[in-house]
């Protein structure tokens, strides 16, 4: 006999209520409560009927996630691997299974706003999109509830990366080594991130006295080894080289590493990098790099409890920009200038 809510509830001593409560994901439950009442259900069993709970919420528990980014570089990507999978445990601790949008089921071709209807699915988590697409503008302005990540619609909830005093922390960190002559090698320029970074460091530059010579700003691409080599070449063999450079992210520092030792230079002895993101990889990477960390995983969960809360209160639940702090990552990268 299959084993049901009412045993659940005896066996933990439980009211049926509270135990529905559980598993409907109410946010007046406590933490210790629902834990107890999860533990109980796999001890003894407990299956819950995902097509009846459906019937009777009106919503399919399902959550969709887009998330193209430039490079196809899909889950493993370094940055947002962490976030997709940090909001994949919030939603499956909230009762949630997820559906990755694309245009393709089977040999039929449609819209991410199609996709979302044919999945029906109860919200979506945007991130690493074209933000500017007609087709996701259309997905964010549906009867959908959505949440984006590093992007602001007036009309949806957001969760960011405090990338302004990110970018700011490592200017004020080379400035307080010596650096004078720092240059900026900054990712594509179709997104909300690249912008406030580079206003940032533009910003900071300013309040250290600090001018930014003509081609010390120069365009390079995210999550890519290689592609950022040709624009640190660049600097480093003008008649006023930098003696600080910024790189996009922590990606761009491997690729740079290389040049330089081919070039016979020395990190930070001859020229000082700083990076970005905190991811994993560069921990065991000689010099260690000065990045500035970003919590991925705290952006994930967020943009899934944000969601949830609109799904679930789309009456009440704030249209805000939930901004999560970025901490200086202090490394060997970056060094005093020469004299």
């Not at 659940?8 to 009442?37: H, L, W």
């Not at 990755?100 to 089921?105: A, K, S």
């Not at 199609?114 to 500017?132: K, P, T």
């Not at 930014?212 to 480093?236: C, F, H, I, Q, S």
Request: contains cysteine; charged residues 25%.
């Amino acid at each position: 006999m299959a084993v049901t809510i009412r045993d659940v509830a005896r066996y933990c001593r439980m009211s049926i209520a509270t135990v529905s409560k559980v598993f409907n994901g109410y946010p007046d439950i406590s933490e210790a409560t629902r834990r107890q009442v999860m533990e109980a259900a796999r001890e003894i069993g407990y299956r819950p009927n995902a097509l009846a709970r459906a019937l009777k919420t009106n919503r399919s528990y399902n959550l969709g996630v887009l998330f193209v980014d430039e490079n196809v570089s899909g889950l493993t990507h370094p940055f947002f691997a962490a976030v997709l999978n940090a909001f994949k445990s919030e939603s499956e601790a909230h009762g949630y299974d997820i559906t990755f949008i694309n245009h393709n089921i089977g040999t039929m071709d449609m819209t991410f706003l199609e996709h979302c209807h044919y999945r029906n699915v109860d919200g979506v988590c945007l991130a690493c999109v074209d933000f500017r697409s007609p087709e996701v503008v259309a997905l964010v302005n549906s009867d959908i509830p959505c949440v984006t990540i590093d992007h602001r619609f007036e009309n949806r909830p957001c969760v960011m990366s405090d990338n302004e005093t990110g970018m700011r922390l490592l200017v004020d960190r080379a400035v307080e080594l010596g650096h004078r002559r720092v240059a900026y090698i900054h990712g594509q320029r179709n997104s909300l991130v690249t912008e406030t970074r580079i206003k940032s460091f533009l910003d900071a530059m300013q309040a250290h006295g600090l001018g930014v010579p003509e081609g010390y700003l120069t365009g390079g691409r995210y999550d890519d080894v290689m592609a950022n080599r040709p624009r640190l070449w660049e600097l480093m063999n003008r008649p006023d080289p930098p003696t600080c450079v910024l790189l996009p992210d922590d990606a761009a520092y491997f690729g740079a590493l290389d040049l330089l030792w081919n070039m016979g230079k020395q990190v930070p002895r001859d020229i000082s990098l700083g990076g970005y993101d905190g991811v994993r990889a560069v921990y065991s990477v000689h010099p260690r790099v000065t990045t500035v960390r970003q919590d991925n995983v705290g952006m994930g969960r967020q943009a899934a409890r944000s969601l949830i809360d609109h799904v679930e209160h789309p009456v009440t639940a704030p249209n805000d920009v939930t901004m999560i702090p970025t901490e200086l990552l202090e490394g060997d990268s970056l060094g005093r200038p020469k004299e």
